[in-house]
């Protein structure tokens, strides 16, 4: 066998999910996946799905069978992830019922276990399925040289993207139009995903969701977190910017994120945790008597982990232990409501390494302005 | 997760739209006291019916009682409260971490043995049916789906409008396909024309080079274009999910043969005859939950065919002098001695 790095990446992360099932002393290992929480089923099969259901059943051995219950991602599975053995079935927690039967004596486990289909998970099927979601969220969090590498490329991906975004901004138009101006340069670029919120406007918006028909005015702080994927992989970035010329309130506020994400990826490092990340961040904010906006009343997470899913964990709370390790993928982002001038955004990517941290992304962290 | 345009317009919903089908609804519900439909970006489809709600992240239970207006248990965070009330009609959102957990609590709260028919019951996230029935340790939980399907099968007037604007737009999309463009080219102008009019998502789909593989991919880099290769956009509208399928031909060769027959196979819908001489076909619509499930298909083991009046996407490979065509479109399930049809 030769080193990890002459393996396509989904052939390295098998061999990894099986040798911590053989460790684990886990059988079969059962694993879901939808398009809202695909990342499980993306690390052991390679397929990124997006319609419908899709469990895959993983043996000892290496054998993967993927039950899906659409019929065209089903097509694709075949197509876009070769050795796996793609079922269609109407029924699939049945038809995953009837493999499963067969191994009932087996150690079976599942990831995501809470989100199997119920009947699966039912105590009167023949089988008993423990959950090893722990199991693949330690895969999920610690990274691979090439898992890094292929978010190291999303991360330029993303840092061009904001710079199309910047571009496609301009008073008139509406928030949905600059959103399909995104994908379509993404698309271009060869990139198949990509995650995406907006805001726009003043006091008046306390934070960031899918694009409305509303139109970009001058004087708006326009905010967005870009997520663009590589092989799978996300990345993540939030900015801000100003249509016009940026007010005293708006810079000032400003320097108050910028502050706080350097005190935050300042803090990400080996052996320091989750908690210690958002701490940092937090402080920034309580010093300029802004406590109150760090609670979950204005904001829901201070960062989190990005990889295969564009929100995974850890999630960079102050009361979350997690301890941060070299290969960890992070994004830290201040986020939250500003009582003065509204909503603001400001984030970076970073990869945990052996001794400290490294930003991915290289766009400037400026309060951008367009012409208004 | 969603980025499309989610916005909710009362000229294409009015809240009697809403109403009507609720009514409907709790005609249906028999002995139940209170229906609980699942919903997230996966599978959105009976909530969306019901309230116009989307959720682009995250997860919800709609709590339908006989007597009371419905409640909307969502697990996004409460700063998200006005773009649900601006975007969908509920009567009132409560958020919570475990909407399983409260859910139970809300309805056991009432009357702890209530009789509470479940949408898609087996189908419920495990963990979300643990917490039902820990925290509603007496409620008297029973699959609902096929009281719920029965209801869903044919679509009203508004569906029907809104499955011809998702058609309109899927149309639109892929007429900016340019034959001699990059693979890079095409899939971005067919997906820009889709957010641009207005797509609360697209998917687009292509097999590149007919030669080798009709097998509709994701594109993910720049693979090589083939002489004949098709594309397929999926197109969601308000809630309202079609899918189009066109063929190209760099050289130019006429495909017209190959649409007559896919327009001829179409209308004689529910009957699979024609279609099943095709090398292959599907046929997929909405049945609960998921906007698209596989109906009838060369590979659906088990069909259940679309009813007189049902919105359906019909996708097929069809051979002409040996060489595929792929087409698909949507399409209107004729009553009974009626044609079905291929939505323009």
Redesign the interface.
């Known amino acids: 066998m030769g080193s990890a790095n002459s393996f396509p990446l989904a052939v390295v992360r098998r061999h990894r999910l099986l040798a911590a099932m053989e460790a684990a002393g886990i059988d079969e290992i059962v694993v879901y996946g ?3 929480q695909g990342d499980y089923l993306r690390y052991v099969t390679d397929f ?1 799905i ?4 899709g469990i895959a059943v993983i043996s000892a051995d290496g054998a993967t069978e993927l039950f899906l ?4 991602d ?3 599975a ?3 992830a070769p050795g796996i053995m793609v079922r ?6 049945r038809a995953v019922g009837a493999r499963l039967d067969r191994v009932a004596n087996h150690r079976l486990a599942a990831a995501p ?9 039912d105590a009167a099927r023949s089988f008993t399925i423990a959950d090893g979601t722990a199991l693949l969220d330690r895969l999920l969090m610690h990274k691979l040289p090439a898992e890094i590498d292929a978010i190291r490329r999303a991360a330029r991906l993303a840092d061009d993207a904001y710079g199309e975004f910047i571009r496609a901004i301009a008073p008139g138009r509406r928030q ?2 600059i ?3 995104l ?3 993404l ?6 995903d ?4 907006i805001g726009s406007g003043g006091r008046d918006v ?2 960031m ?5 509303r139109r970009i005015a001058a004087g708006d702080l326009v905010t967005t977190e870009l997520t663009p994927a590589v ?1 799978g992989y996300y990345v993540q970035i939030c900015r801000t910017l100003v249509v016009g010329a940026a007010t005293a309130a708006q810079a000032g506020a400003f320097a108050i994120y910028r502050e706080a994400l350097e005190a935050g990826i300042t803090a990400v490092k080996p052996g320091a945790t989750a908690a210690d990340v958002a701490h940092a961040e937090n402080d920034v904010f309580r010093k300029f008597g802004l406590g109150d906006y760090v609670t ?3 904001t ?1 997470v201070r960062g989190h982990g990005i990889g295969l899913f ?1 929100d995974s964990k850890p999630h960079i709370l102050e009361d979350v232990d997690t301890v941060l390790e070299p290969g960890m993928t992070l994004i830290v982002h201040p986020n939250t409501y500003h009582p003065e001038v509204g909503y603001l955004v400001l984030g970076d990517a970073v990869v945990v390494t052996d001794t400290g941290v490294e930003v991915l992304c290289t766009t400037p962290r400026e309060l951008f302005e367009v012409p208004a | 997760m969603r980025r499309g345009l989610i916005a909710r317009s009362r000229v294409e919903l009015p809240d009697v739209v809403f109403d009507t089908r609720l009514e409907r609804l709790r005609a249906a519900m028999g002995e139940l006291d209170a229906l609980l439909l699942y919903t997230n970006n996966t599978r959105p489809a009976a909530v969306s019916w019901l309230t116009g709600f989307i959720p682009y992240w995250s997860e919800a239970m709609l709590v339908v009682s006989r007597d009371r207006p419905p409640l909307l248990v969502v697990a996004l965070t409460l700063r998200v409260k006005p773009w649900i009330e601006r975007t969908s009609r509920v009567a009132e959102v409560i958020h919570a971490p475990r909407v399983g957990i409260e859910t139970a609590r809300l309805v056991s709260g009432r009357r702890a043995d209530t009789a509470v028919g479940v949408v898609d019951f087996d189908g419920l996230p495990a963990g979300i049916a643990d917490d039902l029935r820990a925290a509603g340790a007496r409620l008297s939980l029973s699959d609902a789906t096929d009281l719920f399907t029965t209801l869903r099968a044919r679509a009203d007037p508004a569906e029907l409008m809104l499955t011809a604007r998702a058609s309109s737009i899927a149309a639109g999309a892929l007429l900016r396909i340019e034959a001699r463009g990059s693979i890079g080219e095409i899939v971005a102008a067919v997906e820009k024309e889709a957010r641009r009019r207005g797509a609360e998502e697209v998917y687009v789909a292509m097999a590149p080079d007919l030669a080798r593989d009709r097998r509709l991919v994701r594109i993910e880099g720049a693979p090589r274009l083939g002489r004949r290769f098709s594309v397929r956009v999926s197109v969601a509208y308000k809630g309202s999910w079609v899918r189009r399928v066109v063929t190209v031909d760099r050289d130019g060769a006429a495909l017209d043969p190959a649409e007559v027959a896919f327009a001829e196979a179409v209308a004689q819908l529910p009957n699979d005859r024609v279609l099943s001489q095709f090398a292959s076909f599907l046929v997929e619509g909405c049945c609960a939950a998921q906007p698209l499930e596989a109906l009838m298909g060369t590979r659906v083991a088990a069909p259940h065919p679309p009813v007189a009046g049902a919105a359906v996407s019909v996708q097929a490979c069809i051979e002409v002098d040996g060489q595929p065509v792929l087409l698909g479109a949507p399409a209107l399930i004729g009553s009974s001695g009626e044609a079905s049809s291929v939505f323009p």
């Open positions: 939808n398009a809202w990124g997006l319609e419908g259901h219950d659409s019929a065209t089903a097509e694709r075949e197509a876009e269609l079935a109407g029924d699939i927690a276990r809470r989100f199997l289909p119920a009947w699966l998970a949905y139009e959103v399909a101006d994908e379509a340069y698309r271009q670029r060869g990139c198949p990509n995650f995406m919120i306390f934070g969701t899918p694009p409305s028909e092989e979950s009343k204005y829901r564009c």
